[in-house]
């Protein structure tokens, strides 16, 4: 997928998938204070990591996410960092650049795309909105809108700005990484990150 900065997707999903996709994160074991570094505050989530050839072993797990990796993920790509996110009322992501697979090996560039799922957004939300920035200026500020697909170039920096309605805003984000053989050996075939548990890894074998 070319991407100039970002795209949107209007009404990705039946509404039916994103009310259950809500319960089933929210309700998730794995679902806790971020495992995320100190750019992502006040948020929850937990994180998924897999290759190409993990995704059975994702569905397997999750299987409510299914539909969105269905639909989301790009062929060209073969590594990916899936993470839920919550956000509410004062809650706000700094400016920072998705590089997260650098956890597993530290000449990891940034993904080709990332992509975004609005899955719940407070009504009549203020604040909150996601900000895209090249190194030298602002190339775009979305207002989430329920049930849209973002994608945006994986090099852009970018944050949430404050949050300041009460309520939930909920999204579904995948950082689509194309590596090397090299760059993948050290990537996990699926492993899940969470400040509850630590489950097993698996490597490719």
Do not use: W
Request: charged letters at 20%.
């Amino acid at each position: 997928m070319n991407v100039k900065y970002y795209s949107q997707q209007l009404s990705a999903f039946p509404s039916h998938y994103l009310s259950d996709l809500s319960g089933q994160i929210q309700a998730c074991s794995y679902f806790t204070v971020n495992n995320l570094n100190r750019d992502f505050v006040n948020t929850k989530g937990f994180s998924v990591v897999f290759q190409r050839s993990g995704i059975a072993q994702v569905e397997q797990h999750f299987p409510f996410f299914t539909a969105y990796l269905n639909l989301a993920l790009q062929p060209t790509c073969n590594a990916f960092y899936l993470n839920p996110l919550l956000l509410k009322e004062g809650s706000r992501v700094d400016p920072h650049m998705d590089r997260s697979l650098r956890s597993y090996s530290k000449t990891i560039e940034p993904p080709v795309l990332v992509s975004v799922l609005y899955v719940q957004v407070p009504k009549d939300m203020k604040g909150g909105e996601l900000v895209l920035h090249t190194r030298k200026r602002q190339v775009g500020q979305i207002k989430p809108q329920m049930n849209t697909l973002i994608y945006f170039q994986g090099d852009l920096i970018h944050s949430v700005n404050p949050v300041e309605t009460p309520g939930r805003r909920l999204s579904l984000i995948c950082e689509q990484y194309s590596l090397s053989e090299v760059e993948l050996l050290e990537i996990p075939q699926f492993t899940i990150e969470s400040r509850v548990a630590q489950p097993i890894t698996r490597k490719k074998k």
